[in-house]
């Protein structure tokens, strides 16, 4: 399977954005779980959402919840984040990654499978 992610870009503080990430090779739904997670520079990669197959549950981390929203087209086999009233601190690059892990591994990078290559998304004052 492969994953491109898209729809990153500039934007002032306060403004929003969606990245998009789209399946190829494999449906989106053969996959139990998708995420997003975020590597500024010079720190380490973190979880930022993620959205099960089953029952469309949905899980964020502390820093965005509120603000960001996961979703997924499986028409499309796109998984989409949008992000609104940004923050300087949201400024990173964007990866979308699939897993088949079970709850309690979904926080962990290590759990996914396959990987975008990435989407800067940066945001200003």
């Known amino acids: 399977v492969q994953l491109q992610a898209s729809g990153g870009g500039l934007v002032q503080t306060g403004g929003s954005l969606r990245v998009s990430c789209t399946t190829s090779g494999r449906s989106l739904s053969d996959y139990n779980v998708v995420g997003w997670f975020r590597q500024a520079p010079g720190k380490e990669r973190e979880f930022v959402a993620a959205r099960r197959r089953s029952g469309g549950y949905t899980y964020y981390s502390d820093s965005v919840k509120g603000r960001f929203t996961i979703s997924r087209d499986n028409a499309k086999n796109t998984v989409y984040l949008q992000m609104n009233n940004l923050k300087l601190e949201d400024t990173a690059v964007y990866y979308c990654?699939?897993?088949?892990?079970?709850?309690?591994?979904?926080?962990?990078?290590?759990?996914?499978?396959?990987w975008g290559q990435g989407t800067q998304v940066t945001v200003s004052s």
């Open positions: 990654a699939v897993s088949n892990v079970v709850l309690s591994g979904i926080y962990l990078s290590a759990n996914y499978l396959y």
